[in-house]
T-cell receptor, first 112, second 117 residues
């Protein structure tokens, strides 16, 4: 069945350091989405990638979708304390792009 | 526009009981997906409803069932509760099919936290 793996599970950084989380799917995806969940909150949509090799930027956040559409990454430059939370990737399988399977998430802690 | 609302926010049940969780989707959305999120884990897909029809199911037993109503609100029912059912249950609405930047984006509610004793 559909599996989406995400690493690392936890990341502790000093404010100002960079952060990257990686997402790998066992099958080719139609698209991939990224969500952020603050402690005690619910997932909030960040971005959707659809095209093979696509790169999108949102201020300090850079998202990439692999050429084979099986992996993705999120990179945050110069982390801030407001970046604290858990980042999830969610893969939309080719046979039904709207049913998203979430990775286990990367919990980011930023020390001031 | 109103967001996704879920009720109740918290509830405690005992093993063997039944529970019904409710979700009102965001205005303009036609699809509701239900997810189970255990502590420290990612959301696990339970099932999805599109225009009142079930549109796929994750790896959950038949004890988990649901409905979508004509106004696109939805219910999740869990029978014969087990201790492992303790989790945050998230409802997410979306508009499908769609094109453009907002298409297929999941808008989550705040969740219903279920504790089974």
């Amino acid at each position: 069945g559909q599996q989406v793996m995400q690493i690392p599970q936890y990341q502790h950084v000093q404010e100002g350091e960079d952060f990257t989380t990686y997402c790998n799917s066992s099958t080719t995806l139609s698209n991939i989405q990224w969500y952020k969940q603050r402690p005690g909150g619910h997932p909030v949509f960040l971005i959707q990638l659809v095209k093979s090799g696509e790169v999108k930027k949102q201020k300090r956040l850079t998202f990439q979708f692999g050429e084979a559409k099986k992996n993705s990454s999120l990179h945050i430059t110069a982390t801030q304390t407001t970046d604290v939370g858990t980042y999830f990737c969610a893969g939309g399988p080719k046979y039904n792009f709207n049913k998203f399977y979430f990775g286990s998430g990367t919990k980011l802690n930023v020390k001031p | 526009e109103t967001g996704v609302t879920q009720s109740p926010t918290h509830l405690i049940k005992t093993r063997g009981q039944q529970v019904t969780l409710r979700c009102s989707s965001q205005s303009g959305h036609n699809t509701v997906s239900w997810y189970q999120q255990a502590l420290g884990q990612g959301p696990q897909f339970i099932f999805q409803y599109y225009r009142e029809e079930k549109n796929g199911r994750g790896n959950f037993p038949p004890r988990f069932s649901g409905l979508q109503f004509p106004n696109y609100s939805s219910e999740l029912n869990v029978n014969a509760l087990e201790l492992d059912d303790s989790a945050l249950y998230l409802c997410a609405s979306s508009y499908v099919p769609g094109q453009g930047p907002g298409a297929n984006v999941l808008t989550f509610g705040a969740g219903s936290r279920l504790t089974v004793l």
